[in-house]
């Protein structure tokens, strides 16, 4: 073969010289370490052979085929010179056997395929599904690669695999969907081989870090005025600085050595058996599909990982659909210095020659994509003189996965996570019947016991929840509602379901007919904010007093705590003149005092005030005051004239009183809706009903009935046109003798018979209309004599009678002569339809053939 | 009715009759007894009802300021008048009078809603000013020309029209003719208009109205055309080089130029105009002046619109610190006040007063030292500006006066053709003189040629004259760049000093309004 005809690059192969260790060291090490046993925690799941059902599976799995069998040999004579040339490097993993016991080579175990969901059309996506579709095992043996790699479909069937077999089926899908993605084979840390996120922070705790917009200062204008004079003096400011600094700096130094000593106090011990523990993960190239970096991806985790990420520590081979390719260069520094161009033949051994890396990254790549191309094309003709061998196809069965496993996503649908200080928790939507699909938990110490917060994601509710934050310190619940909830709930934050106590709820305004965004409450206060309303009202803010007496439990009327203030702030409506737009409106109903402040002009500072005591006084002849000028007190920017009058101010109190009164029963409406949407909240809470799309044919009960009533109906509709479709010969077969086969005589003897039965049928037919109508005739002729007789004698009554008679029977008689013609047209038709009919019955075909 | 109050005396609209008017249509009860204590303005009358009356001439009405409604319907009112005061009138009621002529009514911009039911009009004009028009009732009058419907057509939001009881509401055409020609009206005689009548009164009057239409929309559009060219003459002339951007200033230089008129007939100035083409030259010349000064008006503009939003910038900011000095201040104030109320010992309340007494005039004098601060620094950007300004308007003035695209130019050009035109002119004298000249010169221009001197000048005048226009529009130009831009400063100075007047004032009548009211407190406290 190709591998033998230069052997000699070989002994480049030697780069171990480098390290340290010696091959005889490395190698008692090795063996010493090996002796080592790590009690695997807990008892993991064992796949073992006599659970996977082999006898469904197809020959592929249980034989080779000859260019297989070929590919093996290569293989095989590869390993050995490789273990001749590298004797102190682990033999490869090359053809591990398949769950069949068959040798199999691990780039035909790779299937690429691209699934026919659009969510696993990225790398993310498609990973996050494997790692959660699968569950994982660990090695049998951590610190050597699996004697077995299944193939992906029964990986999947069966929902459990080692990092093989997350790695080999993460491959195939990314491949599949036209990313340039390799298996590896190689160590990582103790972390990502057990899957131990311990010690990860939970991606959903890691908050997005704010973007800081640098504001952009204009440059200062032309006409700019100058600041006024600075006196305060530099050398202070400056000291003051220096000491700001200075207590900055140590307070971060503190804050730094905090931070070490909490790293310190999380690091796990060291692991014995750094460096030497196999993983297998996956490598994505860069090039295809716009992917600008290459990559890890942990096909446990669906994380991805730089290519100098310290937790793996050393490739020794990695393979795709294609080739198979050994790593020369050296790990002693983890996989911070690999060159990943597997075109480099000094850097990566390849297995086969001339599949597609053949080429060496040039350092001038300017043209690079054009000649890829023309190469591809060129390559084409090449390939089949050059390419003494091409990678079999792979021998495992298209990997599908049904649209309700991938619904169903973990196994059972259930899944845990455990990270740093956090435990995630995932369900399938429907799984719960409130809606629960993901619950992350949030804990104060490493080893989880102090819950700090719960945050549950639900979907499909029909409350439209979407997620309930519960801050367990505070005992703070933030529940986020998607649009369309009833009341229009955005956010409803509480710390109980009982009504005045301190919660915030937000809405969705547009929602609104109100505009009202935002109502806070506490035990002695209401405030609400709104927006967009036509009135300008912006705020409104409303403090209870105590109630004035407890009413008995169970009286039906309400009794709301008494307003002592009232406050309202409006926003400027342009349309009045600031002296008369009110912005801020106060009513001390306890004082009986209305406070008013108005907007500011554009060109002032001060804002007109006015304060309207509200007292009804009697003065000293027994008479009401009704308005006197001490009780309204006002500031005006410009004093108007007109304003000064008693009337005016009269009539604006009376304005403002009526106002209060409508601001009051707008005050207990908030209090009633409150009230309202607590018990709506609770209800929703009891009932969690889920709902169902229209399109989801499978749960919607109503659509499947509606689809089964319909095709019973189908069914039905069905079995009676079979019903009408009638045997014309059945009568005249039933005076055969049963069971025997028809003679020819007798076959032409049943058609007579048949013709002519239907030839008198219709003769009787047109018999009968005939008769019918000479009946008609005849009766109408009697009538008319009659009438002619009787004529001078009818009343006007019997006349009329006799006329529609006789419009009615003419009537008859020209249907009666219409059916008769047609019946005489078609009846020679219908004769000769049934004779060709008879020609072509199945049970007369052979027999008539001769007369026909 | 009518003729039952002809048979009485007229009334004369005096002001007892107004003052009655006014008490009975008043506010009631509490109300009203307040309006007694305090009687009522007639400005501040909102509605004014005088139906009934008698009044035959309409008058005294002119303090009702701010009336929106009156009514003065059953009277035997026979003119339109007195009325012109009462500009923001919306309702005006004259149904059921003698009026004859529609007039008097060119002041009521804001009328929307006039009645002149059973009256003597014959022809409805004089509306013009009621542009925003939506009711009209003319039922019940003496139009007969179906033409003035068309009149009715400028008033874009009249919706409600009644024309019944007139001699054209008897034609047999008259509701398909109104509707045609008033296509925006929903209520035709007290009837919402259909949508099939519209209809076939559109089909029915289609040419006619095209016709109309188009005419209105030439008139529109020439209208516009005017508008649009006295809005470019107004910008040309706020850049002060209006009429230069054609030869309008050339022609000028020969409308009053008798001589240079006759002197064109001369043999050989014709050829001097098209060697030299003097027209050409002189308006290139004024061209480049145009454009020049559009370019500097730019620039001035943007000068002043910079120094415009710097100095809104400054004082903004200055009146958003105010506003926040004065909001601080009003929290701590109405703590201390509240604590003076709750407070029962003497002396205690002596001291918060006076404490509140300090905290007043600190307020009054970081106010002013604010204000005083801004009126600094606007100084000293307005003293910038007004040199930049200046600046900008003398280098204006100088290069049109003297530099490359200029008048200087223009000068030039002039005596250079006046040169060549003496040349001429003498030549031809000389033939004349040899008795040369074979071709025929007009009577007046041969006088000219009797003797050297007066064709000198002949020919001297008519330079003269040119020289007089040039130097006349250059005048013309300078003094009014320089005016405006005195008068540009003096506006910013003044505005300046008005502004700090009224902050100041402003700032004062707070302070004044605080001390009361703290001196108010005090004094009830002693009281009580």
């Known amino acids: 073969t190709e591998r033998l005809s230069r052997p000699e690059k070989m002994p480049k192969l030697l780069r171990k010289e480098a390290t340290t260790l010696t091959p005889e060291l490395l190698r008692d090490m090795e063996q010493k370490l090996s002796e080592i046993k790590v009690p695997i925690p807990g008892d993991p799941p064992h796949r073992t052979d006599d659970t996977i059902d082999i006898a469904n599976l197809p020959p592929s799995y249980k034989v080779n085929t000859p260019r297989e069998e070929q590919l093996l040999q290569v293989a095989d004579n590869f390993s050995r010179q490789y273990s001749h040339l590298c004797p102190d490097r682990v033999p490869l993993l090359l053809y591990p056997l398949n769950e069949c016991e068959v040798p199999k080579f691990v780039s035909t175990t790779i299937r690429p395929t691209l699934m026919p969901f659009p969510e696993l059309y990225n790398w993310d996506t498609c990973a996050q599904f494997v790692s959660d579709f699968l569950t994982m095992m660990p090695l049998p043996d951590p610190l050597k690669p699996p004697t077995h790699l299944y193939s ?38 103790q972390d990502l081989c057990l899957m131990d996120l311990t010690r990860e922070v939970c991606p959903l ?86 992917v600008p970096e290459s990559f890890f991806i942990d096909a446990f985790t669906a994380r991805s990982y730089s290519t100098q990420d310290s937790h793996f520590l050393g490739i020794e081979s990695l393979w795709n659909h294609k080739n198979y390719w050994v790593n020369m260069q050296d790990c002693w520094n983890g996989c911070k210095d690999l060159v990943f161009d597997l075109g480099d033949p000094v850097r990566w051994e390849y297995l086969l020659l001339g599949t597609d890396k053949p080429h060496l990254f040039t350092t001038d790549d300017e043209d690079d994509g054009i000649n890829d191309d023309d190469d591809d094309v060129e390559n084409l003709g090449k390939e089949d003189e050059e390419k003494s061998f091409d990678m079999p196809h792979s021998w495992v069965e298209q990997i599908e996965i049904s649209p309700d496993a991938f619904e169903t996503r973990c196994p059972n649908g259930k899944k845990i996570i455990l990270y740093k200080r956090a435990k995630l928790e995932k369900w399938a939507p429907y799984l719960n019947n409130n809606g629960l699909v993901c619950r992350l938990t949030t804990y104060e110490d490493l080893e989880c016991t102090n819950i700090l917060e719960i945050k549950e994601w639900y979907q499909n509710r029909e409350d439209m929840l979407e997620l309930r934050h519960m801050n367990k310190t505070t005992g703070l619940n933030t529940d986020y509602f998607k649009p369309g909830h009833p009341q229009a709930l955005r956010v409803h934050s509480y710390k109980s379901m009982l009504p005045e106590n301190d919660r915030v709820m937000e809405f969705y305004q547009s929602a609104r007919v109100d505009g009202l965004i935002k109502r806070e409450e506490t035990p002695k206060t209401m405030t609400e904010h709104f927006q967009g309303r036509p009135d300008f009202l912006s705020y409104r803010h409303i403090n209870f007093g105590p109630r004035v007496k407890k009413l008995p439990l169970n009286s039906a009327e309400s009794n709301p705590r008494p307003i002592v203030k009232i406050t309202e702030r409006f926003c400027r409506n342009p349309a009045k003149p600031a002296d008369e737009d009110v912005a801020e409106r106060v009513f001390l109903i306890a004082d009986e005092r209305i406070q008013l402040c108005y907007h500011c002009r554009n060109d002032h500072i001060t ?118 479709q009638l045997d014309y010969l059945a009568p005249f077969l039933a005076q055969l003798p049963p069971g025997e086969k028809l003679t020819r005589w007798q076959a032409v003897r049943l058609k007579d018979e048949c013709l002519s039965d239907f030839k008198q049928r219709l003769i009787d037919k ?47 008689i020209r249907i009666l002569e219409q059916r008769l013609n047609r019946h005489k047209e078609l009846a020679p038709l219908k004769y000769l339809a049934l004779e060709e009919k008879l020609y072509k019955d199945p049970r007369l075909v052979e027999l008539l053939k001769v007369f026909a | 009715m009518n003729r039952l109050c002809q048979s009485m005396e007229p009334r004369v609209m005096d002001d007892d009759l107004l003052k009655l008017a006014v008490a009975e249509q008043g506010p009631r009860e509490e109300a009203g007894q307040l309006a007694k204590q305090e009687g009522i303005l007639f400005k501040d009358v909102l509605s004014l009802q005088l139906d009934f009356q008698n009044i035959l001439r309409i008058d005294n009405l002119w303090q009702f300021e701010n009336l929106r409604k009156l009514q003065l319907d059953n009277n035997i009112i026979e003119r339109i008048e007195g009325l012109e005061n009462l500009t923001h009138l919306v309702w005006l009621d004259l149904s059921f009078n003698n009026i004859e002529t529609i007039e008097g009514l060119d002041t009521l911009v804001n009328l929307e809603d006039l009645s002149l039911f059973n009256n003597r009009i014959s022809k409805i004009d004089s509306l013009d000013a009621l542009v925003k028009l939506q009711v009209l009732s003319l039922g019940n009058n003496q139009i007969f020309n179906m033409m003035n419907v068309i009149y009715l057509r400028r008033f874009k939001d009249l919706r409600t029209l009644s024309l019944s009881g007139n001699p054209i509401s008897e034609a047999e055409d008259y509701k398909m003719f109104v509707c045609a020609y008033l296509p925006d009206l929903v209520y035709l005689d007290f009837r919402r208009i259909d949508d099939l009548t519209r209809e076939l009164a559109e089909i029915k009057h289609q040419y006619t109205i095209d016709e109309l239409k188009h005419r209105e929309e030439l008139t529109q559009a020439q209208w516009e055309e005017a508008q649009a060219q006295k809005e470019e003459l107004e910008a040309h002339k706020a850049a002060f080089i209006e009429h230069l951007n054609g030869s309008f200033l050339f022609d000028s230089m020969y409308a009053e130029d008798v001589e240079g008129n006759k002197l064109s007939f001369l043999p050989g100035v014709g050829e001097l105009l098209e060697a030299y083409p003097f027209k050409d030259k002189f308006v290139i010349i004024c061209l480049n002046i145009f454009e020049y000064g559009l370019k500097q008006q730019e620039k001035r503009k943007m000068e002043i619109d910079t120094f415009n939003e710097c100095i809104q910038e400054a004082i903004q900011e200055n009146q958003e610190q105010g506003k926040r000095k004065i909001a601080e201040f009003e929290e701590k104030h109405l703590l201390n006040l509240s604590a003076i109320r709750d407070e029962s010992e003497m002396p205690v309340i002596e001291m918060k007063i006076v404490e509140c007494g300090e905290d007043i005039t600190q307020l009054f004098n970081v106010l002013m030292t604010l204000e005083m601060q801004l009126v600094e620094q606007l100084e000293e950007t307005i003293n910038i500006f007004e040199r930049n300004i200046v600046d900008l308007v003398g280098l204006f003035i100088e290069n049109v006066q003297s530099s490359w695209c200029t008048m200087a130019q223009c000068r030039d050009l002039e005596s ?54 040039i130097d006349n529009r250059e005048d013309e130009l300078v003094t009014r760049v320089n005016s405006w831009c005195t008068q540009l400063v003096d506006k910013i100075h003044t505005d300046e000093i008005m502004r700090n007047r009224k902050r100041v004032k402003e700032i004062n009548q707070y302070v004044d309004h605080m001390q009361n009211e703290l001196d108010n407190l005090e004094f009830g406290d002693i009281l009580d």
């Open chain 1, 766 to 812: 047109a018999n009968l209309i005939q008769a019918r109508f000479e009946k008609e005739t005849q009766e109408l002729q009697k009538k008319q004599q009659w009438y002619q007789e009787n004529q001078v004698t009818l009343t006007p009554e019997d006349e009329d009678l006799y006329l529609s008679y006789c419009s009615q029977a003419m009537f008859r």
């Open chain 1, 205 to 290: 705790t890691v908050k997005a870090k704010e973007v800081v917009h640098a504001e952009e200062k204009a440059p200062p204008k032309k006409y700019a005025i100058k600041p006024p004079r600075d006196m305060t003096s530099r050398f202070e400011q400056d000291q003051e600085m220096k000491r700001q600094e200075e207590i900055k700096t140590a307070e971060e130094k503190q804050l730094r050595e905090e931070e070490e000593r909490l790293m310190e106090a999380e690091k796990a011990a060291p692991d014995p058996l750094h460096g030497l523990r196999v993983h297998c993960w996956v490598l994505v190239l860069s090039g295809k599909r716009e």
């Open chain 1, 152 to 189: 992906s479909t029964t990986v999947l069937k069966y929902q459990k695999g080692n990092c093989f077999d997350f790695s080999t089926l993460l491959c195939s899908m990314l491949i599949g969907s036209g990313y340039d993605a390799y298996c590896i084979n190689g160590y990582a840390s």
């Open chain 2, 416 to 469: 250079h053709h006046h040169e060549k035109l003496l040349e001429i002119s003498i030549n031809t004298l000389e033939k004349i003189v040899k008795g040369e000249l074979d071709e025929d010169l007009p009577d007046d221009v041969r006088a000219l040629f009797v003797d050297k001197d007066t064709i000198v000048n002949a020919v001297g005048a008519s330079h003269d004259i040119h020289l007089l226009k």
């Open chain 1, 607 to 724: 804002a007109s005030k006015r304060e309207f005591l509200r007292r009804t006084e009697v003065d000293s002849k027994g008479n009401k005051i009704i308005m006197t000028p001490d009780m309204c007190v006002s500031f005006e920017v410009e004093p108007m004239e007109h304003t000064k009058k008693l009337l005016y101010q009269y009539e604006a109190m009376i304005k403002l009183k009526s106002e209060e009164k409508l601001s009051r029963h707008q005050a207990w409406e908030s209090e009633l809706e409150v009230l309202e949407i607590l018990k709506l909240r609770e209800e929703e809470e009891e009932g969690h009903v889920l709902t169902i799309s229209i399109y989801d044919t499978k749960r919607n009960e109503k659509s499947k009935e509606y689809r089964e009533a319909m095709e019973r109906v189908m069914h039905e509709e069905h079995l009676r046109q079979m019903e009408t």
